[in-house]
């Protein structure tokens, strides 16, 4: 019986937590080999994406995803921080940024199913829209 992506991902936060990484490395890859054994590789995307919510949980840490044209400054990603805490009820979260020079100008900030568009380039097209109509 194939094992779900949830359950590889549970076993995989088990063998790691609390390894020094060296040694989580080590078990990342032949976890990595286990999975081209068994013919699932093609599960290591949401298997990824699973582990990180298993260690979103046992950490307390939520992170997300911060896309901007350029870098913004440390007042501004504080603001987005406590926006996004209070919106979600979440204490803090790490923002990992992004940058998309297309986006013009502001930023999109996500968050699971989230997201809160302020970049210029959508403002744009939503204006063009307007005027067209």
């Known amino acids: 019986m194939k094992a779900s992506v949830k359950q590889y991902a549970q076993s995989l936060f088990e063998l790691v937590v609390d390894k020094p990484e060296e ?12 999975l081209h054994r068994r013919q699932d590789l093609n599960k290591a995307e949401a298997i990824i ?7 979103e949980e046992a950490s307390g840490e939520r992170q997300a995803e911060l896309i901007s044209a350029r870098p913004l400054s440390a007042s501004i990603k504080e603001h987005l921080n406590t926006y996004l805490s209070k ?15 297309e986006l013009i100008g502001g930023f999109i900030l996500r968050y699971q199913g989230l997201v809160i ?17």
């Open 23 to 34: 040694e989580a490395k080590k078990i990342v890859s032949r976890f990595i080999t286990f």
């Open 87 to 101: 919106r979600v009820g979440i204490a803090k979260f790490k923002l990992i940024e992004v940058f998309d020079p």
């Open 49 to 55: 994406a699973e582990f990180n919510h298993i260690y």
């Open 117 to 133: 568009d302020g970049s210029l380039k959508n403002n744009l097209q939503k204006f063009k829209k307007q005027l067209s109509n």
